[in-house]
T-cell receptor, first 111, second 115 residues
Framework: QKEVEQNSGPLSVPEGAIASLNCTYS??????FFWYRQYSGKSPELIMF????GDKEDGRFTAQLNKASQYVSLLIRDSQPSDSATYLC???????????FGKGTSLLVTP | DAGVIQSPRHEVTEMGQEVTLRCKPI?????LFWYRQTMMRGLELLIY????????DSGMPEDRFSAKMPNASFSTLKIQPSEPRDSAVYFC?????????????FGPGTRLTVL
């Protein structure tokens, strides 16, 4: 089992809709969870982090964490074509500071 | 803040040559991470330093790879000798860890092509 798993997509949503991106992880000792956005040919850009169970909202983005189910999700409300990118889920390793990344979910927002 | 700085941005070399990638972390950050990204394997951690000391190098593929951090503002990743399978984008990231926080910020990356 991979340490961080994501559906590779592509996930296609119409402009204005809610995009839901999901991630599961295997290390129960993980404490820190991150979502990065990566445009083609660019570096990963941090968009959200969450450390506690529940929801965390920042503008159009909501991160959701369920440690019992080892599940992290990212919701993007009012999706825009500029949100089209690959979204990477990252989880810290063994309660330390290094991160394991999923392979990313490709999101396409169509006008 | 200038962000994480990496050089060169692109490197094309021939098999067997030595390659040195450079990174300047964000000022004030105490941890530095080297990653490699390929289509097949995604983003993989190679090594990370905390306060200039290597903490986890379990991702370094083999002895051909070495990394140093001589001071808080500079790190190098060296590949000697390089092989075509080393072709990838290499990212450096830095963070200020401690106090429960661990957000990492990435540099623009170095695209390495080994012919």
């Amino acid at each position: 089992q991979k340490e961080v798993e994501q559906n590779s997509g592509p996930l296609s949503v119409p402009e204005g809709a809610i995009a839901s991106l999901n991630c599961t992880y295997s290390d129960r000792g993980s404490q820190s969870f991150f979502w990065y956005r990566q445009y083609s040919g660019k570096s990963p850009e941090l968009i959200m982090f969450i450390y506690s169970n529940g929801d965390k909202e920042d503008g159009r983005f909501t991160a959701q964490l369920n440690k019992a189910s080892q599940y992290v999700s990212l919701l993007i409300r009012d999706s825009q074509p500029s949100d089209s990118a690959t979204y990477l889920c990252a989880v810290n390793k063994h309660s330390g500071y290094a991160l394991n990344f999923g392979k990313g979910t490709s999101l396409l927002v169509t006008p | 803040d200038a962000g994480v700085i990496q050089s060169p941005r692109h490197e094309v070399t021939e098999m067997g040559q030595e390659v040195t990638l450079r990174c300047k972390p964000i000022s004030g950050h105490n941890s530095l991470f080297w990653y490699r990204q390929t289509m097949m394997r995604g983003l993989e951690l190679l090594i990370y330093f905390n306060n200039n000391v290597p903490i986890d190098d379990s991702g370094m593929p083999e002895d051909r790879f070495s990394a140093k951090m001589p001071n808080a503002s500079f790190s190098t990743l060296k590949i000697q000798p390089s092989e075509p399978r080393d072709s990838a984008v290499y990212f450096c990231a830095s963070s200020l860890v401690g106090g429960g926080e661990n957000e990492q910020f990435f540099g623009p990356g170095t695209r390495l092509t080994v012919l």
